[in-house]
Nanobody, 123 residues
Framework: QVHLVESGGGLVQAGGSLRLSCAAS????????MGWFRQRPGKERDFVAA????????LYADSVKGRFTISRNNAQDTLYLQMNSLEPEDTAVYYC????????????????WGQGTQVTVSM
């Protein structure tokens, strides 16, 4: 089992940046494909980005391509999401998740989830 804890959320103005972190403990972090999802107010949880175990491949939602970057540090068991050019529409609770399959967008394919961190982007 993998235990995931997100951090780094907060309030930022539109056009600003934030970096989210997801600290992992438990089974070997480097074995897992990792993903970021978000749940905007009143909406279902959506895929944001994913990265293979060795960071050799990434996958992004169209809405964040060119603005967000997913990365990982296997030596520190940590996943990151660098978010630039933030928009009010990016306001959401952001979750990290782990899976043993290659990067996929379906949340049902992810086995382990963090508790989420709130990101609020003001006009």
């Amino acid at each position: 089992q993998v235990h995931l804890v997100e951090s780094g959320g907060g309030l930022v103005q539109a056009g600003g940046s934030l970096r989210l972190s997801c600290a992992a403990s438990g089974r070997t972090f480097r074995s897992y494909t990792m993903g970021w999802f978000r749940q905007r107010p009143g909406k279902e949880r959506d895929f944001v980005a994913a990265i293979t175990w060795n960071a050799g491949s990434t996958l992004y939602a169209d809405s964040v391509k060119g603005r967000f970057t997913i990365s990982r540090n296997n030596a520190q068991d940590t996943l990151y999401l660098q978010m630039n050019s933030l928009e009010p529409e990016d306001t959401a609770v952001y979750y990290c998740a782990a899976t043993l399959v290659p990067p996929v967008v379906q949340e049902r394919r992810y086995n382990y989830w963090g508790q989420g961190t709130q990101v609020t982007v003001s006009m």
